[in-house]
């Protein structure tokens, strides 16, 4: 069975990055964000009075901008990154699961209606979700998807939990953990899940939300 991918710093985010994070407010995020460049669109921001991080409106937890903030709050950034760059290998380094018909380039990349259950699964090429799809299984189980291009979903896609029926609880956002090559798009109305781990650039639609993490 697969195993979890270890976060370190990384853990502590909602939003993680090394580049710029760019707002078009209003947003609800739950949890901290940080950037080791620059974060705009949150304002007004408030420094406490160590100038360690900033808090907004619309952030439930705190933002650290590397850039503006003292010490250790750039250390400490650049730990995360650190760490987030190592999960990224560790996600995208992982064998797949077998049979190849199961686990591998699932439905040639275009998704809907599908059930996962967990296991590491690869797509060569890109993902797009053209509609809901399905986890299921127990709490503690892992389900990686390795996408080697990018991912993107059409409108009001939905990332869907469900249990498996042996009283094991359902998936968590934790437990998903999704990996790619280039860069995840979000349509408008879309509802995910999973911790995604992203090389390039994220971009969320209009009234998209998330339950988990981007990395």
Same mark, same amino acid.
């Given at each position: 069975?697969? @195993? ?5 710093? %990384? ?74 760059? @190592? ?7 992982? %064998? ?102 992203? %090389? ?16």
């Amino acid at each position: 069975a697969a @195993t979890g991918v270890p976060l370190g710093g %990384a853990e502590q985010f909602s939003i993680l990055a090394r580049g710029a994070i760019h707002n078009a407010p209003t947003s609800s995020i739950t949890g901290n964000v940080g950037s080791a460049s620059g974060i705009d669109g949150f304002q007004p921001l408030t420094a406490d009075a160590s100038n360690e991080f900033f808090t907004s409106s619309q952030i439930d937890g705190k933002l650290y901008r590397g850039t503006d903030n003292a010490e250790p709050t750039p250390t400490m950034l650049a730990n995360a990154l650190n760490d987030m760059d @190592t999960a990224y290998t560790n996600a995208s380094s992982r %064998a797949h699961s077998l049979p190849n018909s199961q686990y591998v380039d699932v439905m040639a990349g275009a998704i809907a209606g599908v059930t996962f259950v967990p296991g590491v699964y690869k797509w060569n090429t890109f993902v797009h979700l053209t509609g809901d799809i399905y986890v299921q299984g127990g709490a503690t189980d892992v389900w990686i998807f390795q996408v080697q291009e990018y991912v993107t979903t059409s409108a009001a896609a939905n990332i869907v939990f469900q249990g498996d029926g042996t009283g094991r609880g359902t998936p968590t956002s934790d437990n998903l953990v999704w990996v790619m090559g280039k860069y995840l798009v979000l349509g408008a109305t879309c509802n995910m899940h999973g911790t995604f781990i992203v %090389a390039a650039y994220v971009t969320f639609g209009a009234a998209s939300s998330l339950a988990g993490r981007i990395l």
